[in-house]
């Protein structure tokens, strides 16, 4: 009786699987920068997408408001004498971004609105017991220029030059030696170039920003930053004659 051949290659040996495992890893490794880069232009895509609709609640903000713009900030006496927490224009611009009507700044949430960019990093910046530290989402206003408090509201009217005057864009994300509040305002070139970290860099080398005619646009640091017409804030100005 004839006993049947059993074959003894049943199994990878020790160097198959190793010589498997270092292809797998070359390949992860050729494939994970692809990946995060695809990732990373889906949020920048996202991030566009909310500013426009941003920039369309600003204005029908003002259509509806006598020509005026929302604000940077709200006071808050009740936090010392000027406190401001900087997410006034959200609250502002709310009915218009189907979020509802926020009538009180401390109630308002950024989490998974228009109004938070899926790429900031302030998810842990803002301390909690910062009154309405769940309202910032990542993106800040034109305080300097376009309205820091209600007390120094703007018309749209006076803009000049709305193709080259920001509205609302990217924020700072957290840096070592930033404050919180950093994180919620639009700072121009004159103010931010005083201080290293202030280096609006969120989507590698710039940022989005919402226009006062309507357009979004993605934008350079180096550009913002060095402005144009012999005015480093220029992008920031509503009108060309008005002082840095």
């Given at each position: 009786m ?6 003894a290659?049943?199994?990878?040996t020790?160097?198959?699987?190793l010589?498997?495992?270092a ?6 490794g050729m494939?994970?920068p692809?990946?995060?880069k695809?990732k990373e232009?889906?949020?920048?895509i ?5 500013e426009?609709?941003?920039v ?9 408001r ?10 808050d006496?009740?936090?010392?004498a ?14 218009y971004?189907s ?6 700044y401390?109630?308002m949430v ?12 302030i998810?842990?910046?803002?301390p ?5 530290w769940q ?6 206003h034109?305080?300097?220029?376009l309205?820091y408090t209600?007390?120094?509201r703007k018309?749209?009217?006076i ?5 080259e005057t ?13 404050m919180?509040?950093?994180l919620g ?7 931010a ?5 202030m280096?609006y860099l969120?989507?590698?080398?710039g940022?989005?920003?919402a ?5 979004v646009s993605?934008t350079?640091?180096?550009?913002m ?13 509503p009108?060309p004659?008005?002082?840095?």
């Amino acid at each position: 009786m004839t006993t049947p051949r059993v074959n003894a290659r049943h199994a990878f040996t020790l160097i198959e699987l190793l010589v498997v495992i270092a292809i797998i890893a070359i390949l992860a490794g050729m494939l994970l920068p692809a990946l995060a880069k695809a990732k990373e232009r889906a949020k920048n895509i996202r991030c566009v997408s909310n500013e426009k609709q941003i920039v369309l609640g600003y204005l029908l903000y003002a259509d509806d408001r006598s020509d005026y713009l929302p604000v940077a900030g709200s006071p808050d006496l009740s936090q010392g004498a000027g406190w401001v927490a900087p997410s006034r224009w959200f609250q502002e611009i709310s009915p218009y971004i189907s979020t509802g009507s926020e009538t009180n700044y401390r109630q308002m949430v950024a989490k998974d609105k228009v109004v938070a960019c899926p790429s900031a990093l302030i998810a842990k910046a803002i301390p909690t017991n910062v009154p309405g530290w769940q309202g910032y989402g990542g993106y800040g206003h034109n305080y300097a220029y376009l309205g820091y408090t209600p007390d120094d509201r703007k018309k749209i009217s006076i803009v000049t030059k709305p193709v080259e005057t920001c509205m609302n864009g990217d924020g700072l994300d957290p840096k070592r030696d930033l404050m919180w509040w950093h994180l919620g305002y639009l700072y121009p070139p004159t103010i931010a170039l005083s201080q290293p970290s202030m280096k609006y860099l969120r989507h590698g080398k710039g940022g989005n920003y919402a226009w006062v005619d309507g357009h979004v646009s993605f934008t350079t640091w180096t550009m913002m930053s060095a402005g144009a017409n012999g005015k480093r804030n220029w992008f920031y100005l509503p009108r060309p004659q008005d002082p840095e």
